[in-house]
């Protein structure tokens, strides 16, 4: 079965880290492109960040940019996002899914579940 | 960036009636790399359409997508209750960007 599952979300303080996981398995990791996309609570849907399949290209939303890195292992098949001086304002769930190609900005065909990030104090 | 506006925010109608929801962009979709997404609450969304007008395996062939260059549209020919959701478009033409939601509701 094609599956993404995201972790490490949790409730963090304004100027805090966060690293999220995802793990992937059911298809060929490294044949794909990936991203995470983000939900605001009651909000529609934001694309924060998108990887080619070998790490080499990376894009970010201008509203992470320098301060999210994505990456990835693939082989441990598994996606990541370091998410650095959250603010209130990036509290959202966070959804990891997979592009239908070897690079990221195309559209997305398997999606995890996704983890919670609260950024409060 | 390319925005997407969709409309209407809601819409409100009975199963077995005829849905048409709209999906409009600030500058012309290379290549009409456009896609739906349905998401009901609690779970991911899922692909329903690319390409415009491509459906996604699995998808009832009730639900269809046409449009080009910067207007969109999603048809669900008949509402079955379990279509009642929100419904994002996103295109991927020039980075990625999506729709603010249409939620179709049970009238």
């Known amino acids: 079965e094609v599956q993404l599952v995201e972790s490490g979300g949790g409730v963090v303080r304004p100027g805090g880290s966060l690293r999220l996981s995802c793990a992937a398995s059911?298809?060929?990791?490294?044949?794909?492109?990936m991203n995470w996309v983000r939900q605001a609570p009651g909000k529609g849907l934001e694309w924060v960040s998108g990887?080619?399949?070998?790490?080499?290209?990376?894009g970010y939303a201008d509203s992470v940019k320098g301060r999210f890195t994505i990456s990835r292992d693939n082989a441990k098949n598994s996606l990541y996002l370091q998410m650095n001086s959250l603010r209130a304002d990036d509290t959202a769930f966070y959804h990891c899914?997979?592009?239908?190609?070897?690079?990221?900005?195309?559209?997305?065909?398997?999606w995890g579940k996704g983890t919670t990030v609260t950024v409060s104090s | 960036e390319i925005v997407l506006t969709q409309s209407p925010d809601t819409l409100s109608l009975s199963p077995g009636e005829r849905a048409t929801l709209s999906c409009r962009a600030s500058?012309?979709?290379?290549?009409?790399?456009l896609a739906w997404y349905q998401q009901k609450p609690g779970q991911a969304p899922r692909l329903l359409i690319s390409?415009?007008?491509s459906r996604a395996t699995g998808i009832p062939d009730r639900f269809s997508g046409s449009g080009s260059g910067t207007d969109f549209t999603l048809t669900i020919s008949r509402l079955e209750p379990e279509d009642f959701a929100v419904y994002y478009c996103?295109?991927?033409?020039?980075?990625?960007?999506f729709g603010q939601g249409t939620r179709l509701e049970i009238k």
């Open positions: 899914a997979k592009s239908t190609v070897t690079y990221s900005y195309y559209y997305m065909d398997v």
């Open positions: 059911g298809f060929t990791f490294d044949d794909y492109g």
């Open positions: 990887i080619n399949w070998n790490g080499g290209s990376t």
């Open positions: 500058q012309s979709v290379r290549s009409n790399f």
């Open positions: 390409g415009a007008s």
């Open positions: 996103q295109q991927y033409g020039s980075s990625l960007t």
